[in-house]
């Protein structure tokens, strides 16, 4: 079943603008995931904020985490069209064991 | 080596075949994951093994049977598909049962 949601669906932006995106969650987790998919490919890894973390950047990556609102957000500064990708959040909820469930995505377009 | 395998990358099979999607991973982790995922969708999990043992099915059909031979491989088995088991079949694994997973690039299945 599907954890989060996020928001917006697609985002289409130029070449050095920043994007955002957002992930909601429905219960407590241990930590959140940022994923990125590259059109029919694997997911690759970008950054993982724990429960007790607020905020974690990484390159041109910032993640914050506001637990009380059980959402995050996925700010990529400086956008390059290489950039262009599907973003996913992923929660490992605290009661789950080691289960990641994915949000529904993002999908990123950035033009050169 | 700091990457998961899949093998193969494509697979077209009919409703009455039987065939099998393999995962390798050698940076020692000892969970490992299978998820699907249809298209313009998130991951679903399928199943996932903690120390070469089955630790969680969240409910697939018995039509998809995984084994995991030894801490390196898994395998998942495939029997009587349907056409709407049609879909990109990810492998995952993370080094304990929490944390960042690793991806493979995924067995895109057709089932005709």
């Known amino acids: 079943s599907q954890q989060g949601e996020e928001d917006p669906q697609a985002l289409s932006i130029q070449e050095g603008e920043n994007a955002t995106m957002n992930c909601s969650y429905k219960?407590?987790?241990?930590?959140l995931q940022w994923y990125r998919q590259n059109s029919g490919r694997g997911l690759v890894h970008l950054i993982l904020?724990?429960?007790?973390?607020r905020e974690k950047h990484s390159g041109r990556l910032r993640v914050t985490l506001d637990t009380s609102k059980k959402s995050s957000s996925l700010l990529i500064t400086a956008s390059r069209a290489a950039d262009t990708a599907s973003y996913f959040c992923?929660?490992?909820?605290?009661?789950?064991?080691?289960?990641?469930?994915f949000g529904g995505g993002t999908r990123l377009m950035v033009k050169p | 080596d700091t990457e998961v395998t899949q093998t193969p990358k494509h697979l077209v099979m009919g409703m009455t075949n039987k065939k099998s999607l393999k995962c390798e991973q050698h940076?020692?982790?000892?969970?490992m994951y299978w998820y699907k995922q249809k298209a313009k969708k998130p991951p679903e999990l399928m199943f996932v093994?903690?120390?070469?043992?089955?630790?969680i099915n969240e409910s697939v059909p018995s039509r998809f049977s995984p084994e995991c031979p030894n801490s390196s491989l898994l395998n998942l088995h495939l029997h009587a598909l349907q056409p709407e088991d049609s879909a990109l079949y990810l492998c995952?694994?993370?080094?304990?049962?929490?944390?960042?997973?690793?991806f493979g690039p995924g067995t895109r299945l057709t089932v005709l």
């Open positions: 995952a694994s993370s080094q304990e049962s929490w944390g960042e997973q690793f």
């Open positions: 219960t407590s987790i241990n930590n």
């Open positions: 904020i724990r429960s007790n973390e």
């Open positions: 992923a929660t490992d909820a605290d009661n789950a064991g080691n289960m990641l469930t």
């Open positions: 940076m020692g982790h000892r969970a």
């Open positions: 093994y903690s120390y070469e043992k089955l630790s």
